[in-house]
């Protein structure tokens, strides 16, 4: 039911210590929309059990879907959060043809729910899970809300990728809203330009907004409290899947000094990651060494013919099903989602390691 995977040096240090929560420092969080609630049942049982009682800091780092996630999760009570974000995220229903400003105005009421009255405080306060949201700000045409334009930017974008992932870093940059006392640094070998943002009560709803509004299809976040003035996207035209490492960063008598962080968890939908947006239909593949630390998680392909309509959730359900089914079909798969947890449970109590597959990009 539940793939699992390990980068060589995860696989060597999990052999050598077993599988146990302590061994993780860091937590990712893809892009892809609803495709994200396949792992509702995992999000639940690592946040409610796993890790539960985890007295040294774990980073959440998401992007879009993921970045909602971490701000979920982040909370004093992340189940709760997760379940707020889920069925309201579920049972949001459109007009035929919704307009850039109907889908963010849906999206506002989405995160309002997500933080509730004391939500965005318990994020920023919270000494242990540290959440870091990332987004992208937009240069040139990509930043206009004119469609033609905007949709030109993005095919320019597309054949830059082609050429090199590297050529994106003309138009976009990379934004990392990080908790307060994060040292958190991304390692990328695209050379992405990164500028971290603290987070506050003042931008922590714009940040997560910012990171799930998806060119041509929702309006762009202008001018988030403390950052730099300008147009901000969806995270997953950068960090689609992650493409990069991390470590962390402290001063040490004036001298910033890097210090490779723990191995990194993640629940992902697919054993397969694209590292940015525009890579989604191309061959091109994530570097291995960009998850040697990473053990990904992932529902088997037997799970997925297993649901209804034999597939995961996706942005395209929202225009192929009418509101009533799509959302029958939604909460279905949340509820099958419990046996994905299960599973993975019974893998952490039987320390069953023989069942970890060398991650192989």
């Keep these: 039911m539940l793939d699992i995977y390990a980068g060589s040096n995860a696989l060597k240090t999990i052999q050598e210590q077993g599988f146990k929560q302590e061994l993780f420092t860091n937590f990712l969080g893809a892009s892809g929309g609803p495709k994200w609630f396949i792992l509702f049942g995992l999000d639940k049982y690592l946040f409610g059990d796993f890790f539960q009682g985890r007295s040294t800091e774990l980073n959440l780092l998401g992007s879009s879907a993921g970045a909602f996630r971490a701000a979920a999760l982040t909370q004093k009570d992340p189940v709760q959060a997760i379940e707020r974000l889920a069925f309201t995220y579920a049972n949001t229903a459109y007009s035929a043809k919704p307009t850039p400003e109907e889908i963010s105005a849906h999206a506002v009421t989405i995160v309002d729910n997500l933080f509730g009255e004391y939500g965005a405080k318990e994020v920023i306060e ?3 899970f540290k959440a870091h949201l990332l987004v992208a700000k ?31 870093t003309k138009q976009y940059q990379r934004y990392i809203f ?25 931008n922590i709803k714009e940040a997560v907004l910012a990171s799930g509004s998806i060119p041509m ?9 403390g950052a ?28 910033n000094a890097k210090s490779k962080q723990g191995l990194t968890l993640y629940p992902h939908f697919t054993s397969m990651p694209k590292a940015g947006w525009f890579d989604k239909n191309s061959n091109r593949k994530v570097l291995a060494s960009s998850y040697e630390d990473t053990v990904l998680l992932a529902p088997s392909a037997q799970f997925i ?16 099903l009418d509101a009533a089914t799509r959302i029958k079909y939604w909460l279905k798969v949340l509820e099958e989602t419990d046996k994905l947890a299960e599973c993975f449970n019974e893998f952490v109590v039987k320390q069953d390691i023989a069942k970890i597959r060398a991650f192989q990009p």
Aim: hydrophobic share 30%; proline share 4%; charged share 20%.
């Design 126 to 128: 919270n000494k242990i």
């Design 138 to 168: 937009c240069n040139g045409l990509t930043a206009s809300d004119n469609k033609i334009m905007q949709g030109a930017g993005l095919i320019n974008s597309m054949l830059l990728n082609k050429l090199s992932r590297r050529l994106l």
């Design 178 to 202: 990080k908790h307060p006392s994060s040292n958190l640094v991304i390692n990328d070998p695209y050379n992405f330009n990164n500028v971290y943002q603290t987070l506050t009560q003042d």
């Design 217 to 225: 299809v929702m309006s762009g976040i202008k001018h988030i409290s």
């Design 228 to 255: 730099e003035k300008g147009t901000y996207r969806d995270g997953g035209i950068i960090d689609y899947h992650f493409d990069f490492s991390l470590s962390t960063e402290k001063q040490d008598k004036g001298v």
């Design 305 to 320: 013919q297993s649901l209804p309509f034999g597939k995961i959730p996706d942005r395209t359900d929202f225009t192929k």
